[in-house]
T-cell receptor, first 115, second 112 residues
Framework: AQSVTQLGSHVSVSEGALVLLRCNYSSSVPPYLFWYVQYPNQGLQLLLK??????LVKGINGFEAEFKKSETSFHLTKPSAHMSDAAEYFC?????????????FGQGTTLQVKP | EPEVTQTPSHQVTQMGQEVILRCVPI?????FYWYRQILGQKVEFLVS????????KSEIFDDQFSVERPDGSNFTLKIRSTKLEDSAMYFC??????????FGPGTRLTVT
């Protein structure tokens, strides 16, 4: 069965510092991978996704993630944090064999950005 | 930019009552989903819907739950007899193809 693990429920960085949010998955078939962001009192917004092709994917707001099959990881990074990046971030996997697109989410990581 | 909308934003109901949560997906999307997030827990898949029928459902989605697309624009989730443990944020999502879902802002359901 597919699962997603996000290491660190809370991550705190200073404004301008590197953001690194970790995500590992387990899947018996090549999955599709996603990062979503949730701002307070809002829904989930798609940041970026990996389906096939280039393993380094770029998303909105300067975020990017790299699919590493050998490490079963899909970590999210941003070179320089901004105060507006403070939010909850969810990694999700959709089994590549699924034709329904069902998403399996990690527990989420709350990103705090300090001035 | 088109977006998924959900109503109401907050629903309070008494245990045993029926509730209907409503969603308007993005207009050209063909795949529809419901997820829920119990406070402090992860977002969980409930059901997917395509071509006017359920394509996949989770163990959570038991006989108390049903979904419907009553017309060309709405997608509803009905809980027949609510329990305290149904209290959660319910998210609707839609997609043109599988694997790229757009989420609504959610409906917070509180069962008292």
């Amino acid at each position: 069965a597919q699962s997603v693990t996000q290491l660190g429920s809370h991550v705190s960085v200073s404004e301008g510092a590197l953001v690194l949010l970790r995500c590992n998955y387990s899947s018996s078939v090549p999955p599709y991978l996603f990062w979503y962001v949730q701002y307070p009192n809002q829904g989930l917004q798609l940041l970026l996704k990996y389906t096939t092709g280039a393993t380094l994917v770029k998303g909105i707001n300067g975020f990017e993630a790299e699919f590493k099959k050998s490490e079963t990881s899909f970590h999210l990074t941003k070179p320089s944090a901004h105060m507006s990046d403070a939010a909850e971030y969810f990694c999700a996997v959709s089994p590549g064999s699924s034709n329904t697109g069902k998403l399996i989410f990690g527990q989420g990581t709350t990103l705090q950005v300090k001035p | 930019e088109p977006e998924v909308t959900q109503t109401p934003s907050h629903q309070v109901t008494q245990m045993g009552q029926e509730v209907i949560l409503r969603c308007v997906p993005i207009s050209n999307h063909l795949y529809f989903y419901w997820y829920r997030q119990i406070l402090g827990q992860k977002v969980e898949f409930l059901v997917s819907f395509y071509n006017n029928e359920i394509s996949e459902k989770s163990e959570i989605f038991d006989d108390q739950f049903s979904v419907e697309r009553p017309d060309g624009s709405n997608f509803t989730l009905k809980i027949r007899s609510t329990k305290l443990e149904d209290s959660a944020m319910y998210f609707c999502a839609s997609s043109e193809r599988p694997h790229e879902q757009y989420f609504g802002p959610g409906t917070r359901l509180t069962v008292t």
